[in-house]
């Protein structure tokens, strides 16, 4: 089963389990934000997008105090993978669980559009059905995902390939005006050191489906719940 974490203004929740169970067939279920831990034999965690606790303060540093977050922290520590999805990302980075932290867009303006990704590394296991170098669309909505770390850290996310994802043009070229919001290094995934943490601002749950623009999200998903199933067969 996969944990789909629900805080007051979570509105990418449902978006993600009917991406997770209706097209990709895995046992995904929404947990509020209020109980103190993961359903047993939870198999891994993904905090979705919206407006958690209305963005106030920062977006994320709210949510990160949420009860559930204690145990997400444990699983994540014991190697369960999490994936955390634009405010996800937020939350994750908010709580330790990633490094930097997402700023307000370079324009202070809300974009939304399909973004145009390059795959930096795929060392993590989310990235397993992913090449470097391709070059993948999938949909961005956000007022703050403008990633920023200091320089050491960034320096680090490089040496460590821990940078999955970058906003790119369609032949691949990183460049600023495929940046859409000003993230450092054009950086729009990275994965914790051990790889089973994964945040990114784009959303995968939208590109799961050729109705809808386009499947590359899917493969991020699929291979978390490989990753996952992994996982719970070998514990």
Known sequence: MFAVIQFPGSNDDRDMVHAMKTVLS????????????????????????????????RCGAMARFSPIMADVQRFAERGGPVLGTCNGFQVLCEAGLLPGALRRNRDLHFVCETATLRVESTTSPFAAELRAGEVIRIPIKHGEGCYFAHADELASLEAHGQIVLRYCEPDGTVSEAANPNGSLGNVAGITYRAGNVFGLMPHPEHAVEPALGGTDGAKLLRAMIAFGKRRGEGA
């Open 26 to 57: 895995a046992d995904a279920r929404l947990v509020w934000h209020q109980d103190g831990a993961l359903p047993a034999g939870a198999r891994g965690v993904l905090v979705p997008g919206g407006f958690s606790y209305g963005d106030y303060l």
